[in-house]
């Protein structure tokens, strides 16, 4: 079946730093979407990405999708102690009714 | 916004008993509802797709007689876990579109299932 590779799987980074984490896939996605879970919570969407190319912020947060629609990476720039989490990339197969496949996730440490 | 309330947020079962969550979209009409399970560490598995007044397809390898879901109306989806085992103990969310044909899903804040 079809499978996102994110990495890297753990950060521990200084406040301040900027984070980059990344996805891959085997096969063509048309979207690109990036989550944050907190413990015990549903993930909440960042940031979504809908055409090859497409670079999109929120805040502190960058996305791009891919020019081959089969990666995306996620920049935090400036980071603070709430970027605490765990970040989730995912990707929307064609024809495939609207699912997900979730990346391995990339747990974010912050050092104050 | 649109919000997915999830309910109950925790619950702890005996082994053999079935539990039931809810998922209810406020404000926004859900036609489907993905369902996921997540073990500690993992990422999300799409477990199964919920239509309203029609059946859910369910993804490969998941059990649909012990999975049992129900899309009653466009702001109800139900997961029963039926018959729980404690390799049934995990996290389980909800999301729903919440603009149709969009890729703006909206999660609910998820099920601690525990069966002992």
């Known amino acids: 079946g079809q499978q996102l590779n994110q990495s890297p799987q753990s950060m521990f980074i200084q406040e301040g730093e900027d984070v980059s984490m990344n996805c891959t896939s085997s096969s063509i996605f048309n979207t690109w979407l990036w989550y944050k879970q907190d413990p015990g919570e549903g993930p909440v969407l960042l940031i979504a990405?809908?055409?090859?190319?497409e670079l999109t912020s929120n805040g502190r947060l960058t996305a791009q999708f891919g020019i081959t629609r089969k990666d995306s990476f996620l920049n935090i720039s400036a980071s603070i102690p709430s970027d605490v989490g765990i970040y989730f990339c995912?990707?929307?197969?064609?024809?495939?009714?609207?699912?997900?496949?979730f990346g391995q996730g990339t747990e974010l440490s912050v050092k104050p | 916004g649109a919000v997915v309330s999830q309910h109950p947020s925790r619950v702890i079962c005996k082994s053999g008993t079935s539990v039931k969550i809810e998922c209810r979209s406020l404000d926004f009409q859900a036609t489907t509802m993905f369902w996921y399970r997540q073990f500690p560490k993992q990422s999300l598995m799409l477990m199964a797709t919920s239509n309203e007044g029609s059946k859910a397809t369910y993804e490969q390898g998941v059990e649909k007689d012990k999975f049992l879901i129900n899309h009653a109306s466009l702001t109800l989806s139900t997961l029963t876990v039926t018959s729980a085992h404690p390799e049934d103990s995990s996290f389980y969310i909800c999301?729903?579109?919440?603009?149709?044909?969009?890729?703006?899903?909206?999660f609910g804040s998820g099920t601690r299932l525990t069966v002992v």
């Open positions: 999301s729903a579109p919440t603009v149709q044909g969009a890729w703006g899903y909206t």
């Open positions: 990405l809908y055409k090859a190319g």
């Open positions: 995912a990707g929307g197969p064609y024809n495939q009714g609207g699912k997900l496949i």
